[in-house]
């Protein structure tokens, strides 16, 4: 006998909740470094390609030539470049999923530019009173010392392969058709019409006969099957941050939702890239200018 509808609806639930459960444990295990200490030696046979991974890039680094921090850059930045892009896509390719657009890196729609001003003007005040907190610098200290080259080199392939893999990978593989949606034409809706702005931003969109959430997903542009990808891509966002400064882990949360859902309403993850990379840019700037005297 054939599955029903309702059958088919719960296998695919079930792929989805096993699919989101593996893509949660490789951000943990791979990303997450406090997560890597708390597992210890009881652990050892989770983060072992962690350790090996770390151990044979370091032997590249010690061959390149670098010591002491700028080292420990490099290091970390092949770390992360290996580990955030080239194996999932690896594991996306061999899962049929290898073209660019199926992973959100497409040409940004007409929303984007218009979302990395408004962002940016958004994000600049909470960059303020993030660079202000006193242990902010602290953490960085050791990083700014391997010089301004290392450090920004450093954090451009760190954030390259941290958005392909957020905004990116986990916005394909966490929604029923592991990849990103099609694109789709803005229909401004009658909120529209009476405030431009909000269609101007993406906002305000054609919300037909819905009702409950489907009419605010409408109204906000958010494409069917998506707010489970932006949930849990935001939450894992936030969760990479956590041993960092109280205030940067405060505001990652709210801000690696945010940036989800702006790949989705621009068609592209380059939009939250470009926007990351420029507030981060803002506030290495503000650090070192607000830094304490030694």
């Not at 719960?10 to 990303?31: D, E, K, N, P």
């Not at 959100?104 to 958004?122: E, K, Q, S």
């Not at 006193?134 to 954090?155: D, I, V």
């Not at 009658?190 to 919300?207: E, F, K, T």
Request: charged content about 15%; hydrophobic content about 50%; aromatic content about 14%.
């Amino acid at each position: 006998m054939a599955d029903g509808p309702q059958d088919r609806r719960w296998a695919g639930v079930v792929r989805l909740t096993l699919v989101s459960g593996l893509a949660v444990l490789y951000v943990l295990a791979f990303h997450v470094r406090p997560v890597e200490r708390w597992l210890g030696e009881t652990g050892r046979w989770l983060r072992e390609p962690s350790v090996g991974l770390a151990h044979a890039l370091r032997t590249v680094v010690d061959n390149l030539g670098p010591a002491g921090q700028q080292a420990a850059l490099v290091r970390d930045g092949l770390y992360f470049l290996v580990t955030g892009l080239v194996v999932p896509y690896l594991i996306m390719a061999l899962s049929g999923r290898w073209r660019p657009a199926d992973l959100g890196l497409r040409i940004p729609n007409r929303f984007g530019w218009r979302w990395l001003l408004v962002g940016y003007v958004l994000a600049f005040p909470f960059q303020i009173w993030m660079v202000r907190s006193p242990t902010f610098y602290a953490y960085y200290r050791g990083q700014l010392e391997a010089g301004a080259p290392w450090f920004g080199s450093y954090y451009l392939v760190n954030m390259v392969a941290e958005h392909f893999l957020y905004q990116g990978v986990l916005l394909a593989v966490l929604r029923r058709e592991r990849r990103w949606p099609a694109r789709t034409t803005p229909e401004p809706g009658a909120d529209g019409r009476r405030h431009p702005w909000l269609q101007w931003l993406g906002w305000a969109q054609s919300v037909g006969q819905a009702r409950g959430w489907a009419r605010w997903r409408s109204w906000l542009g958010l494409p069917e099957g998506c707010l489970w990808a932006v949930l849990v891509s935001g939450l894992l966002f936030a969760a990479i941050h956590a041993g960092k400064n109280e205030r940067e882990l405060l505001l990652s949360l709210p801000g690696g939702l945010a940036l989800a859902y702006l790949a989705y309403r621009t068609d592209s993850w380059l939009v939250p890239f470009a926007l990351h990379l420029s507030t981060a840019g803002t506030a290495a700037v503000l650090m070192v200018k607000l830094a304490p005297a030694p």
